[in-house]
């Protein structure tokens, strides 16, 4: 099942529904963003979304508001707390990408201006194109993950059914994928 059919047949947590009708699958342009997404997605890896969904405010106390440059200076104190906080998904590789990850952001901020320039210097790529980008370029970003964010932040087709009201709302907003429609999958 979809998860536009799931949030359409009320088989899924409210959070989820939220985040599908004003979220998933909509253009995003915020550096901040686009970390967070990156971050929550690291984080789903072998979790439910909905567990993510309940944790994020946790999320975004524990990571300084997805602030990167804050990010990217934690320290071990940081990452001690971080381990122990039962707010977010306690798991060291998941917690290290986060600030490795902060770094690697800052350097494609100084050199694109933004993350959403360097992704958009990279469209069209196919999904297997971009999984090997973002492994030479981030760590703890295997396929699935490269290609949820992708999918979560508008660069690549696919995030809600045609049919799907929210589609028509994404598609009015000029997603990265409607602007050329070389296949992404």
Known sequence: MSYCAAVRQGSTEPCNVEYHDTEYGFPTRSDEALFER??????????????ILKKRAGFRQAYA??????VAAFD???????LGDASIIRNRLKVN??????????RLIAEHGSLAAWLDSLHP?????????FRKTFVFTGGEIVREFLLSTGYITGAHDED?????????LGP??????????
């Open 164 to 172: 799907c009201p929210v589609h028509r709302q994404i598609i009015a």
């Open 65 to 70: 508001g997805f602030d990167i440059a804050a």
């Open 176 to 185: 990265q994928w409607a602007l050329n429609r070389k296949p992404t999958v």
């Open 76 to 82: 071990e104190a940081d990452r001690a707390r971080l």
């Open 125 to 133: 790529l196919t999904t297997e194109e971009w999984a090997r980008v």
């Open 97 to 106: 990408a986060a600030i490795e990850n902060a770094n690697r952001c800052l």
């Open 38 to 51: 990156l971050i929550l997605e690291i984080n789903q890896a072998g979790l439910s979304w909905t567990t």
